[in-house]
């Protein structure tokens, strides 16, 4: 190893992020590709012990977990002493109890930019989401809104990341619709399924943060992230039935009942106290959410304000999803062995 790339090593290495919500799905992966950057990274997280799994992520003591609550500025501020960045990730896609879109998308994106202007640190990174919108029918991006514009009032040059459905091994999309594939011989197209949708990998998303919190954003910028396929409702069940080996029923489901169905599906939520499976629930906010389109803009595209404009080429879906929907079929990775 040179010397250049030793001092870089040792820079990095002195450097501290503190990474708001880094336990959750995305946040391993950011997490992760921070690590290995070389920062010393604080996950900031309600639970601290259910943080412990993202240590072997990095080296010996490079990653620690700390508590810290939105709605709490003090938890907030405590967690960013010392530390010369920050990446907020914290979102929920259900309201629950006193953590609901306002408290979290909004007045907590708040909270933090708040407290990361007030402790000296002018390297921020606040995940949003693609559909981002003040006008939406839905709460969840009307809040994400409100939350991206509290971040710019606050912190100017603050990096805005906005990811599409965002999918992994871990995701709550494609395990959905597969586990529901797996107990119902009927699949709902809400909406008749038209709707297009431009799926990121989480590692992308990961790299994309890391990638800004190394200079490579514009100061200020929203950069809007999807992956190299863009794919309607329809095709993407249809290419989950296929790499899970069923043949299920697909019904159109218009918005209006489409919304009936899922106010029904919450309030099941609600009186099994948690008992109903995540991927069983679907809430009127989430069919508000599939009116619209979720794909990277044309203006983003041209400006470059997407992956590849950070230096990341983004991976397909259709190449890496297969790999973990193996086991929603009959016999699993064997299938093909089983049916020979």
Known sequence: MNEAVMN??????????????????????VVRALAKQGWLVRVAVRRPDLAFHLQPSGGVGQITAVQANLRYPESVAAALRNADAAVNLVGILRQRGKQTFEAVHHEGARNVAAAVRAAGIGNFVHISALGADPGSRSDYARTKAAGEAAVR????????????????????????????????????????????????????????????????????????LGGPEVRSLREIIGFILAETERKRALVSLPFG????????????????????????????????????????????TVARRTLNGLGIAPESFEALVPAYLTRYRKTGQFADQRSA
């Open 153 to 224: 009032e606050i912190l100017p040059d603050a990096t805005i990341l906005r990811p599409s459905v965002v999918f992994g091994p871990e995701d709550h999309f494609f395990n959905r619709f597969a586990a529901l594939a797996r107990l119902s011989p009927v699949l709902p197209l809400i909406g008749g399924g038209v709707t297009k949708l431009q799926p990121v990998y989480a590692g992308d998303v990961g790299a994309a943060v890391a990638a800004a919190l190394d200079g490579k954003a514009a100061p200020g910028a929203i950069y809007e």
């Open 257 to 300: 009942p489409a919304s009936g169905f899922g106010a029904i599906s919450e309030l099941m939520a609600q009186l099994t106290l948690g008992l109903l499976p995540e991927d069983f629930v679907l809430t009127p906010d989430q069919v508000k959410l599939l009116r619209q389109d979720n794909v990277v803009s044309a203006a983003a």
């Open 8 to 29: 870089e090593a040792k820079r990095r290495s002195d450097r501290l992020v503190t990474v708001f919500g880094g336990a959750g799905f995305v946040g391993r992966y």
